[in-house]
């Protein structure tokens, strides 16, 4: 677990431990305590940045003795070293492992150096360093994780995976990552024959792109990429597995007055994805994208990308970017709002006819979303009314905030079902650099969208 980056989580359930003398580990091998052994599982899972979430499978116990706490304790030890929970005295196991899955959904990252004092071992004894974080005006939260870590260095030895383990390492990580700079605007849409469906954009920085000279054209470059997006249910209970879409693009840019390859190499370039929805509710947009290379099969479709395998690959350039999404159930909503489209200019989006296509960026595609002062943004969106309630126009509100404080409300109009809405915010001096959001809402109804005044 330790090659998935960001936190993950292990569920332990069982009866405790008994906690006896040191039993032996196998031939040649020293004998070990549960302890001993406790101890190395919680520094592999702190190295991992794996917690270690805990239920007393027992229940609630009809009687207790200090054997019973006692055979807990290993429980309670691994739950606290590694930023877990320990559950126990409840007879539904079902919900404690429900709260445990759950506690993975938000948390912090911090990280600092200790110094390099603290793994200089004088006596050759296993020293330990507590770690402490404290919440200045926490109003009644408290912080809850690992307990610290011994002072030993941890191994350098790595796991070789293929190209294919690397990009689905990176596909599921909960983290954007890799060498390629990979930026995700994911927008819900709705097409009138095949219903509901996620349309990505995926904004791919040059830097990490291999980029190869053309034979006998030395005003060319060509880049070769594999694109890998999922729509990854939240409740696989409501809704199936998401369908692995694999695109390629193999494209060759000629330096022209300026032209495309220029833009290429300052801009990047922009993947269109889309993925059906076939059931209602939260996803997880994810994407990976990575450089084709000399021993990947020669593609004569999206299909055909066949990645290779071999056992002992060196590391490749890889980026991943994820975002989250609710797919409303028209069946049960009077109205629904399809993503929100941003861009500045006069931005001509070029038809698309499969489901993926390419272009180069440009400052004013709606896959930057990067905005300076004196530029218009100009938005655009749709809204989806049931057919019991299709000809009733309804009030939409649009409103600009930064740092959940609203800086632009713009009056309440009326729409139309199914018909293009479109507007414009101008930035003026006073706009302050940094992250905003635009939030479009219609009665239960909400689409954001964030953007950057740099």
């Given amino acids: 677990m330790a090659s998935y980056p960001g936190r993950k989580s292990v569920v332990l359930v069982g009866p405790g431990f008994f906690v006896g003398p040191a039993f032996s580990m196998g031939p040649g091998l020293p004998p070990m305590s549960t302890w001993d052994a406790a101890r190395h599982v919680a ?38 070293i590694t930023a877990g929970r320990f ?47 404290r919440l200045r005006n926490g109003r009644g939260l408290s912080a809850r994780t690992r307990d610290g870590f011994f002072a030993h260095p941890g191994s350098d030895a790595k796991v070789d995976y293929s190209p294919a383990q690397q990009m689905n390492a990176a596909l599921f990580s909960p983290f954007r990552s890799g060498d390629i700079d990979v930026r995700l605007t994911a927008s819900l849409g709705y097409d009138a024959r095949n219903g509901a469906y996620i349309e990505s954009l995926l904004h791919i920085l040059p830097g990490g792109v291999e980029f190869h000279d053309v034979p006998g054209r030395p005003d060319c470059k060509l880049f070769d990429l594999e694109i890998l997006t999922v729509p990854e249910p939240l409740d696989f209970d409501k809704a199936p597995k ?32 889309r993925d059906p929805i076939a059931v209602p509710g939260g996803y997880r947009m994810l994407a990976a994208v990575r450089n084709m290379e000399a021993g990947d099969a020669p593609p004569n479709g999206p299909a055909a990308v066949a990645p290779r395998t071999s056992a002992t690959p060196a590391p490749i350039p890889v ?19 399809t993503g929100i489209t941003l861009e500045s200019g006069h931005f001509q989006e070029p038809p698309q006819n499969e489901a993926a296509f390419y272009r180069v960026a440009s400052p004013n595609d709606p896959a930057v979303r990067e905005f300076h002062h004196g530029e218009t943004l100009n938005y655009s969106f749709r809204l989806l009314r049931s057919e019991r309630k299709s000809t009733d126009p309804a009030e939409v509100r649009i409103q600009i905030l930064r740092e959940g404080k609203e800086v632009y409300a713009a009056p309440p109009r009326n729409v139309e079902s199914d018909q293009p809405v479109t507007g414009s915010y101008t930035l003026d001096a006073s706009a302050e650099a940094g992250h905003y959001l635009m939030q479009v809402s219609s009665g239960h109804a909400t689409q954001w969208i964030d953007f950057e005044v740099k």
């Fill in 43 to 80: 520094d592999a899972a702190n190295r991992a940045s794996v917690t270690i979430e805990t239920i007393d499978s027992r229940g609630l116990p009809v009687s207790s003795s200090t054997v019973y706490f006692h055979s807990q304790d290993v429980l309670v030890y691994l739950a606290q």
């Fill in 87 to 133: 559950q126990h005295d409840n007879n539904d196991i079902a919900a404690q492992v429900r709260e445990a899955v759950n506690d993975a959904n938000g948390y912090y990252l911090l990280g600092w150096y200790p110094g390099s004092a603290a793994f200089q071992n004088k006596r050759n004894a296993l020293s330990y360093h507590h770690v402490q974080v």
């Fill in 242 to 273: 998401g369908k692995l879409n694999r695109s390629h693009a193999r494209i060759t840019l000629c330096r022209a007055n300026d032209g495309p390859l220029d833009e290429l190499l300052r801009d990047g370039i922009v993947a269109v994805v």
């Fill in 319 to 337: 980026g991943s970017a994820n975002q989250l999404l609710d797919v409303p159930d028209t069946r049960k909503q009077d109205m629904v709002l």
